[in-house]
């Protein structure tokens, strides 16, 4: 099972197994926009880049929408 880890504020993040990482994901500690990396990527990317993690609730999810809101 890979691990992961995400940058935020210059800071990384780290190792979390994949259901640690889509529960923070889901919490909305991190964001589509964050870097996140694991073993065997060339570099750091966004989130929302990384498809079997970008599918996770809070990534998928536009930080302008107002849930309800239609």
Avoid: C, H, K
């Amino acid at each position: 099972m890979s691990e992961w880890y995400y940058g935020q504020g210059g800071q990384q993040e780290g190792p979390f197994d994949e259901a640690a990482m889509r529960g923070r994901i889901a919490a909305g500690q991190v964001s589509a926009t964050d870097l996140v990396w694991r073993e065997g990527m060339a570099e750091w990317i966004p989130l929302a880049q990384v498809s079997e993690l970008a599918a996770a609730p809070a990534a998928a999810a536009s930080p302008y929408e107002t849930p309800g809101a239609n």
